[in-house]
C-alpha cells in the first residue's frame, strides 16, 4: 500500500513476504557476527592471559626481593688461578723436556732427516712456553696490576701452555709411527745399551775429576766452599740412575724376549730417562772442570782490563761507583796473589758484578768473562732442573726461562742471565728440599726408583714409581703406563 489513502493502488505481490525474509535474513547474519565477535575476544585474552602466564613464570625464576642481591657465579680468587698457572707452566716444561729426551734417542737410531718434522713441532712448543715464561715474569713484578688484567694474564699462561701440550700431543701418533717400538723393539734396546755403556765407562772418570777439583778447591776457605758444591753428590746419583737403567734395560729385553711388547716398552722408555739424566749429572762435572781451568787463565786479563777500564772512565779515588768497583778488584787481586786456593769462577764473577755498573763487560776480555760466567750458571741450574724435575717448581723454571732466553738475545746479557740462573738453582733446591724423597725405603733406594721419582723420569703416581713419561703433550706423555712388569720378566743386572 502507499502512503496515500486517498487513492488506493494495489500492491506488488510477494512485497510483505519478501520484506519478512529480508528481516529474517538480517537477523541471522546480525546473530551470527554476535557470536564470531565474543569468541574473538575470548580468544584473544587467552592469548593474553598464557603470554602473562609465561612472564610470571620467567619473572618468578628470576626474581629477586627488594633489598636482596641476585646471586652472582662464584669468582675463582686469585690465588687459586696463581697455583693452576703454576702446574700449567710446569707441566708444559716437563712435557718440553722429556719430548726432547727421547727424540734425542730417536735421532740416534733414524737420524737427523727423519726427526726434523717432530724437532719444528718442539720448537713451536717451546716458543708458545717461552711467551708463557714471559708473561709469568711480567706477573711475578707485578704487571699488570688491575685485578682484572691480572686475571687475564694468568689465563693466557694457561692458554699457552695448553697450546705447546697440543702441539705435541698432535705430534706424538706420528712420533710412535717413526720408533715403530710395538713392530721392533730390538735397534732401540740397543741404542740404549749403547749409551749406557758409554756412561758406565766414563763414570769413573768423572768420578776422578771431582776428585782432583775437591783436592785443588778444597771447601775449607770461605771463599772456596762453592766452588764444587753445584755438583756435589752428582757421580754418586748418576750411578743411582745407571743401577735403574740396568735394571729395566735387561726387564725391557726380557719382556720383548717373551712377546711382552707393552711391558718391554714400558721398561725401555724409563731405562732412556735414567740414562739421560745419568748423563746429565756426569757432564755437569766435566763442564765446571773445564769452566774452572779457563776461568784460571782469564782472571788475570780479566782484572787487568777491569783497572783499565776504570782508570779511563774516572780519575782514581772518585767517589761513587768506580769506587766501589775499584775496591772490588783490589779484593779479587788480593785473593789472586795470595797463597791459598781461590774459586776462578768465583773471581770472574765478582769482576763481571763490579763492573756492570759502569757499563762495561760486554766486549773484550770482560765480555769473556760475562759469557763464561753466565753460559756455565745457566747450564748448571737448567741441568739441576732437569734431574730434579719432579720436585722443581714454576718459580724457579721461570727464571731458568728467562735466563736462558737473555743468552739468546742479541746481544746477549750474560751477567743479567748469570743473576737469574743463580736465583733459579736456589730456588730449585729449595723445592728439592721441600719434597724430600716419598722412595726413601731400602729397597726402593737399591733399585733407583727414588731417584727416577725425583728426576721425573716416573711420575710418582704409584707404589711402584708409577708409569715412565714419553714424547707428546698432556694427553699422551703416559701413554707408556701400564701395569707393573710381569714378575717373569723382573730382572737384575
Not at 158 to 169: F, I, K, M, Q, S
Request: charged content about 25%; overall charge negative.
Amino acid at each position: 500500500m502507499t502512503i496515500n489513502a486517498e487513492v488506493p493502488v494495489a500492491a506488488a505481490r510477494g512485497g510483505p513476504v519478501a520484506a519478512e525474509h529480508g528481516e529474517r535474513g538480517a537477523e541471522g547474519s546480525t546473530s551470527a557476527a554476535d557470536l564470531v565477535l565474543p569468541l574473538v575476544a575470548v580468544g584473544g585474552v587467552g592469548v593474553l592471559a598464557g603470554y602473562g602466564y609465561v612472564r610470571r613464570t620467567r619473572r618468578a625464576r628470576t626474581r629477586t626481593t627488594p633489598g636482596v642481591v641476585s646471586p652472582q657465579p662464584p669468582v675463582t680468587p686469585l690465588p687459586v688461578l696463581e697455583r693452576q698457572a703454576g702446574a700449567s707452566l710446569v707441566q708444559a716444561d716437563a712435557c718440553i723436556r722429556t719430548s726432547r729426551e727421547e727424540l734425542a734417542f730417536a735421532g740416534a737410531r733414524f737420524g737427523a732427516t727423519a726427526v726434523e718434522p717432530f724437532v719444528r713441532a718442539l720448537r713451536e712448543a717451546e716458543r708458545e712456553l717461552s711467551a708463557a715464561f714471559a708473561i709469568r715474569l711480567r706477573y711475578g713484578q707485578g704487571v699488570p696490576e688491575e685485578e682484572t688484567a691480572r686475571r687475564q694474564a694468568l689465563a693466557g699462561i694457561v692458554g699457552r701452555c695448553a697450546e705447546a701440550g697440543r702441539r705435541l700431543d698432535a705430534e706424538a701418533p706420528g712420533f710412535d709411527q717413526l720408533r715403530a717400538l710395538e713392530r721392533e723393539i730390538g735397534p732401540a734396546l740397543e741404542v740404549a745399551e749403547g749409551r749406557f755403556r758409554e756412561l758406565a765407562g766414563r763414570t769413573g772418570a768423572v768420578e776422578a775429576t771431582l776428585a782432583d777439583l775437591n783436592t785443588r778447591y778444597p771447601a775449607t776457605t770461605a771463599t772456596t766452599a762453592t766452588t764444587t758444591t753445584s755438583v756435589t753428590g752428582y757421580v754418586e746419583q748418576a750411578k743411582d740412575r745407571l743401577v735403574f737403567a740396568t735394571t729395566h734395560l735387561n726387564r725391557s729385553r726380557q719382556a720383548a724376549d717373551l712377546g711382552h711388547t707393552d711391558t718391554a716398552i714400558r721398561d725401555l722408555r724409563a731405562a732412556e730417562g735414567a740414562i739421560s739424566q745419568a748423563d746429565t749429572f756426569l757432564t755437569a762435572v766435566d763442564r765446571l772442570a773445564h769452566a774452572l781451568a779457563a776461568a784460571a787463565e782469564l782472571v788475570p786479563a780479566a782484572l787487568t782490563g777491569a783497572e783499565a777500564e776504570i782508570a779511563r772512565a774516572v780519575p782514581p779515588g772518585t767517589p761513587g761507583p768506580a769506587a766501589d768497583a775499584d775496591a772490588a778488584l783490589a779484593a779479587v787481586r788480593e785473593e789472586l796473589t795470595g797463597d791459598g786456593p781461590y774459586d776462578p769462577l768465583a773471581a770472574l764473577r765478582r769482576i763481571v758484578r763490579a763492573m756492570s755498573p759502569l757499563g762495561a763487560g760486554r766486549d773484550g776480555v770482560l765480555g769473556a768473562a760475562a759469557w763464561l760466567v753466565g753460559r756455565g750458571d745457566v747450564r748448571a741450574a737448567g741441568g739441576f732442573v732437569a734431574t730434579h724435575g719432579g720436585a722443581v717448581g714454576a718459580d724457579a723454571r721461570t727464571r731458568l726461562a728467562e735466563a736462558e732466553r737473555l743468552l739468546d738475545t742479541d746481544p746477549p746479557d750474560p751477567a743479567a742471565a748469570d743473576v737469574l740462573a743463580l736465583e733459579a738453582r736456589e730456588l730449585a733446591e729449595q723445592d728439592v728440599r721441600v719434597h724430600g724423597n716419598p722412595y726413601a725405603g731400602a729397597a726402593e733406594h737399591t733399585s733407583g726408583v727414588g731417584g727416577a721419582v725425583l728426576g721425573g723420569v716416573l711420575l710418582g703416581e704409584d707404589p711402584d714409581g708409577g708409569p715412565p713419561v714419553a714424547f707428546g703433550g698432556p694427553d699422551t706423555r703416559k701413554r707408556r703406563g701400564l701395569p707393573p712388569p710381569d714378575p717373569e720378566t723382573t730382572g737384575t743386572a
